[in-house]
């Protein structure tokens, strides 16, 4: 059986899910959603991990362009919004 690999794109992945998860719930139960941009940037860091993760562990470009433009959309939409929200 292969033994799997503790990299440090684990590790940060794990850290921003978390991160994702904490805000969240946080948001939720003060239903004060000021840090739903943050929230949204972590998502979209944890989805370029996960790309590149996936690129490294497979070789395939596939679900790591799919993952890495998701990740980029979401990023666009929260900056674009932060933007909308200054004027």
Not at 1 to 15: A, G, N, R, T, V
Not at 58 to 72: A, E, H, R
């Amino acid at each position: 059986m292969e033994e799997k690999k503790f990299d440090i794109l684990m590790l940060f992945q794990i850290i921003f899910v978390i991160l994702v998860i904490l805000i969240g719930i946080y948001g939720k139960v003060t239903e004060n959603y000021n840090l739903l941009p943050l929230m949204l940037i972590l998502l979209s860091i944890t989805l370029l991990i996960m790309g590149l993760r996936e690129y490294k562990r497979t070789k395939s470009l596939l679900w790591g362009i799919f993952l890495l433009c998701t990740s980029l959309y979401i990023l666009f939409s929260v900056v674009e919004g932060i933007m909308n929200n200054k004027n």
